[in-house]
């Protein structure tokens, strides 16, 4: 990834604005839980859900499932800061091993909350689980990635497109 879009998406951190039209409009989507899911996240993470989302419904129209789970992929990340972030796109980039060895640091530390980050995914899947999701939308979020999956592989290529 080049420099300008990695700057241009920190300085999105800051920026509080999430877009109420279509915020609103996705949250009927949505039951009560999961729409708790989605108002935890950073103003950032939702408009990114949203893009996410927009595309989904453009690309896919009739697949409920890949739309809700749009919304939901990133629920799983918490709010996390400038530096984990950050910590993380660097670990994944010059290093990924490094998260593996991460994960046996306390979640409290740098270290052990940027290895959590990067598996965010399944965490999303069960929060969404807990949530009430049907369960086409939590295997759509545990199997995001999978080429195998369908709906998983398509949920991957939309977030990376955005």
Known sequence: MEVSYRLRQALALFDPRVPASSRDQ?????????RTLFQRLSPADQRHALAVYGAAQEAWPNDDALQVAALLHDVGKGRPGLADRT?????????????????????????????????????????????????????????YGFREHERGRRLAELDAGL
Request: with cysteine.
């Open 26 to 34: 996705a949250m009927q989507r949505l039951n009560e839980d999961e």
């Open 87 to 143: 910590g993380l796109t660097l670990a994944k980039a010059l290093a990924p091993w490094l998260l593996l060895r991460w994960q046996l640091r306390p979640a409290t530390s740098r270290r052990g909350r940027i290895a959590r980050l990067g598996g965010d995914t399944e965490a999303s899947a069960r929060l969404a689980e807990l949530a009430g999701s049907p369960p086409d939308v939590v295997e759509t979020l545990r199997c």
